[in-house]
């Protein structure tokens, strides 16, 4: 569902007040800073959401499961998502 | 990076003034928590997906004193890189 990126636009035009246009260059500026962040290797933390963090991963043997073919997995950098507390405490809330 | 970093960046990058950029962050995740909450599934395209996943009860046992205790059925976010993402890293 490709639609939250325009849910989070529509409500920065309700609730901030900013023009839609704006709206839409803040969203995609935001995302674009984390990525070139966490492309830089540094971590990112949004207090109340969670954190990215940047973590590197040795080369490794691997298979393909469906063939089982035997491949070699480079060495490569991963994305790790730790939720913040907050957050977890309020999805667990209503449940 | 911090959020306050975070909120600096954008309102260099987007001509808004900080206070701006930081309601707008703010809204951001205000309304990415709500979808998480809601409808357990947020897609950023380009980006990547967050997916609330449901976890079981099950027990566990306190290392420290070898004591069986029971966890409690609970949902955690997940996130998964998006294609971009992951190749630009």
């Known amino acids: ?95 | 990076m911090t959020k306050a970093e975070l909120v600096a960046e954008i309102a260099k990058k987007s001509k808004l003034s900080k206070a701006d950029a930081e309601r707008a962050i703010n809204s951001f995740v205000d309304v990415a928590k709500k979808t998480l909450k809601k409808e357990a599934r947020l897609a950023l395209a380009g980006f990547g997906t967050f997916v609330v996943s449901k976890r079981k009860a099950r027990k566990g046992r306190n290392p420290r004193t070898g004591e069986t205790i029971k966890i409690k059925a609970s949902k955690v976010v997940r996130f998964k890189a998006g294609k971009a993402l992951k190749e630009k890293l």
């Open chain 1, 1 to 95: 569902m490709a639609l939250t990126k325009e849910a989070i636009i529509n409500s920065i035009y309700n609730q901030v007040g900013l023009s839609k246009s704006q709206s839409r260059i803040v969203v995609e500026k935001l995302l674009e800073i984390i990525k070139e962040t966490l492309k830089s290797g540094e971590n990112i933390l949004i207090s109340g959401f969670g954190k990215f963090e940047v973590k590197e991963k040795s080369a490794r043997r691997g298979r393909n499961p469906q063939t089982t073919e035997d491949l070699q997995l480079r060495a490569r950098r991963v994305v790790v998502f730790k939720t913040s507390g907050v957050l977890r405490n309020s999805i667990n809330k209503q449940s």
